[in-house]
């Protein structure tokens, strides 16, 4: 049963145009999210989280989306840099003890 | 470099042997968590420790076990190895219980590789 879902296995941007990566989520008790990003031969490191509580948070070109009622989480990158490319894994948390992760999307941004 | 140091990093093994996988947390981390990341999935969580105790399971089979020893490092234990075990598996620790704050640390995984 995949509680977090990452729909897109990969996704090319244009350099200085926007990113955005989805997650869609099926747990209402999850109370947390996290983005976790990923360069090869490298382990996950955490990027941007947010509250349940809060809609959006930001923190300078990455912002976090959460829409509840939706159950979605997205990922905005703006503007996207060659730097970026890497994988980018949405993480749940259903109660401070454990972090439920989706498959990874693949990003790459081209020059 | 995150400070959580795994040994070895790369392990080719065949079908039904055993073998140890060794995580040694940041300093002064209390918390360790193994995760299993197989071909086209996601992390999975697999187990914590805290301060030497399980504190969390999670789809963890049978033929694994783990533990943490009273200097804080972790072992995780696979046997009768499947070909289905082929997998990164990574360890992160946390100074705290709770992990919802991204404080959490990951090494750069030890991938098994099952013949």
């Known amino acids: 049963d995949q509680q977090v879902k990452q729909n897109s296995p990969s996704l090319s941007v244009q350099e200085g145009r926007i990113s955005i990566l989805n997650c869609d989520y099926t747990?209402?008790?999850?109370?947390?999210f996290l983005w976790y990003k990923k360069y090869p031969a490298e382990g996950p490191t955490f990027l941007i989280s947010?509250?349940?509580?809060?809609d959006k948070n930001e923190d300078g070109r990455f912002t976090v989306f959460l829409n509840k009622s939706a159950k979605h989480l997205s990922l905005h990158i703006v503007p996207s840099q060659p730097g970026d490319s890497a994988v980018y894994f949405c993480?749940?948390?259903?109660?401070?003890?454990?972090?439920?992760f989706g498959q990874g999307t693949r990003l790459t941004i081209n020059p | 470099d995150s400070g959580v140091t795994q040994t070895p990093k790369h392990l080719i093994t065949a079908t039904g042997q055993r073998v140890t996988l060794r995580c040694s947390p940041r300093?002064?981390?209390?918390?360790v968590y193994w995760y299993q990341q197989s071909l086209d999935q996601g992390l999975q969580f697999l187990i914590q420790?805290?301060?030497?105790?399980?504190?969390a399971k999670g789809n963890i089979l049978e033929r694994f076990s783990a533990q943490q020893f009273p200097d804080l490092h972790s072992e995780l234990n696979l046997s009768s190895l499947e070909l289905g075990d082929s997998a990164l598996y990574f360890c992160?620790?946390?100074?705290?219980?709770?992990?919802?704050?991204?404080?959490?640390?990951f090494g750069e995984g030890s991938r098994l590789t099952v013949l």
């Open positions: 992160a620790s946390s100074v705290r219980l709770a992990v919802n704050t991204g404080e959490l640390f």
């Open positions: 747990n209402s008790m999850f109370d947390y």
């Open positions: 947010i509250s349940s509580i809060k």
């Open positions: 993480a749940a948390s259903p109660g401070a003890q454990k972090l439920v």
């Open positions: 300093s002064g981390d209390l918390s």
């Open positions: 420790y805290y301060n030497g105790e399980e504190r």
